[in-house]
């Protein structure tokens, strides 16, 4: 299943008493909440962390810049072309350096539907090459769902190819400002990658980390490879993480609700299939100590299935 599927599912359950009540604390932009400075230079929007949808704009992750002393560089590039416009117009609120490159934390739409928006402005466009096999595959696809529950805020959007790929790291000379973009390996979905500012001790962490709303576990999403490119996250010792959902935070949090989550879900799974309990049993997993997240009641029971299956297949 991929994001439209996933859209598909969040979108029903939330009309069946799951609804998003977290109001748009941004009402008079396309963009959920107005930029905040993390750290000097470093900026991010915070999305809702519920489901995107029309009040939200499809603004549901985190939209960051960087801002040097020649040119800003945008990490992720919206959800439509008019979601990417009204963050350009914010990033004109704090300088009128140009922007420089967009670079995609992955290929889903969140990420990389507005970037036809950069696009036209004749910004460069970076993603891994897992990322760009994704939406070569699944673009179309993407665009759809957006348009679905977008309607009209999709305006102008069409899809788009980035221009430059990468396979491990690459590293941008923003000015005075240098930027690592570091895939860590598999995670939560293909072609997640980070960006990583050491004169900064921060890290734009994309989806590698979650925290304040439940990480999403697609089927093909490889859990026993994410716990251990997590811990290659987490040795860049940054201080400061921007999420890919969720306000700015530190290691210890995301861990806690990242690898920590993904470590118990697997050591229950795996107590069942050593008692030769099956799927049913899996969906009863006690979640209860990560009730607190948002989007729980959407995806903790569907995460238990797919890693006890995830698990199931690899005891062969």
Known sequence: ???????????????????DTDADRYPESELYSKPVEVVPGVWTSIGATQPP???NA?????????VSNDGVLVVNAGASYLLAKALHDEIKKVTDQPIRYVVLENGQGHAMLGSIYWRQLGVKIIAHDDAI???????VDELEGMMGYNKDRGLDTTLVMPDISFSERSTIHLGDIPIELIYFG??????????YLPKQDVIIAGDMAFHQRMLPIFPETETLKWVETFDLFVATGARHVIPGHGEPTDMATVTRETKDYLIYLQDEARKLLDDDLGLDEAYQIDQSAYRHLDTFEELAKKNAGRIFQELELDSF
Do not use: Q, V
């Open 58 to 66: 499809g603004h549901n992750n985190n939209l960051s810049f960087i």
């Open 1 to 19: 299943m991929r994001m439209l599927a996933l859209i598909t599912l969040l979108l029903s359950l939330s009309s069946n008493g799951f609804a």
């Open 133 to 139: 096999a994704e939406i070569e595959k699944y673009g």
């Open 186 to 195: 598999p995670a939560h979905s293909a072609g997640d990658i980070s960006l």
């Open 53 to 55: 949808t029309y009040e």
